[in-house]
């Protein structure tokens, strides 16, 4: 098995990795000659996301009970944004997943309820407008009220996903911030999307350090990032050292950025994802793979804790599953559906595409 697993997540050089280089040559031209060269320069090569997910990915046992297949919860969800939650929880549900919470404000909670009997909503979360007339002592009250509630519940979950939909209204950002303390008391793996990285990127200490943290920013989001920690410009000549660094200097987080290849790191090893996916850019996408990030974490930490000499990180692991597994599926629901292809398309391509790679029997 420890032998299995290191040459998954080592350097590959085998035919087929060759192979599916020179089908994204001649796909996206010259661009990719340099990606590769790049590649080999830095010891950054693509990772075996098929040979990931087979190793990740339970196998279907009458002997286990509901909940050992994974407990994710995501904290998002206001007036303007419920797709997000909603994409993220039931991504997770889909891929295997037994149970999806989401922790969403008032208004989001009955929306969201109505897109899936299947999804576990709490309507907790404050927006400032609730307590525009409150004293100082009301707000800290019933901040401790919401955090109170979320600590009920946090012991029974695999990991979090902190930030699809959540909106940006500092009142609500501030009770999340306490949120995140409490799960890092608990040793709680997380992974922060959306507005949860607006959050984080204004008050780095909120994952500094944590190596349960797993960023997954979109061009947008790494941008601010790398502005605030590192004060600079991305750097689009040398991305996976400067991502490295990113992620060193964060205390060894792992962070995922996505783009045409999805680049991982958590400030040592820096591995890509480039399996084609879909052309289509619709909204949504990032939001599943949130979702599956979390799912596959959880899986991937379970299967490390049974194998003590497993040295390898849950979170890496769990990024390329999920990066891997969300290209396949849009690659499926684009082949189907073409420029009409929308997220909840590529939802529903999750199953067949991970059957394909790892049939359930
Ligand atoms: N159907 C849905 O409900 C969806 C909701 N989404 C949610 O939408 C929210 C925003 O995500 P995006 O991917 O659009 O975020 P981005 O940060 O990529 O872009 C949002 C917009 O805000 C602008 N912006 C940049 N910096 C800003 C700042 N400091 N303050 C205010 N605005 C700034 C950007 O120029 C951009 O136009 C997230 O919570 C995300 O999860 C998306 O996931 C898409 C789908
Ligand atoms: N240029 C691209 N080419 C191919 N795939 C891409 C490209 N950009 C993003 N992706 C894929 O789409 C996924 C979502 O990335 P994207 O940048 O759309 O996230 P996002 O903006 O956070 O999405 P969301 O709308 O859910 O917030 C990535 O993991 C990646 O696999
Ligand atoms: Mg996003």
Redesign the pocket.
Known sequence: MLGRLNSLIQFRHSPSFSSKVLRRQQFFGTKTLCFVGQDQMSSTLEADAESVLRLVTPSLDLKRHKGQAGKIAVI?GCR????????AAISALKIGADLSHVFCTKDAAPVIKSYSPELIVHPLLEESYTVSNFSEEERRKLQEKVVGEVDKWIERFDCLVI??????DPFLLECVSKIMLLARKFNLPFVV??????LVTNSIDLVNSYPLAVLTP????YK?LVLKVLNCEVDEENPEDQLRSLAKVLGGVTILKKGRSDLISNGEIVKSVSIYGSPRRC??Q??ILSGSVAVFLSWAQQLISGHESLSENPAILGCIAASGLLRKAASLAFTKHKRSTL?SDIIACLGESLEGICPAS
């Open positions: 998002g303007e944004y419920t797709g997000a939650p909603y994409f930030g699809p939909g959540l909106g940006r999307d959306g507005d949860g990285l607006f979109n061009v947008n989001e601010r909204g949504g990032g939001d997220t």
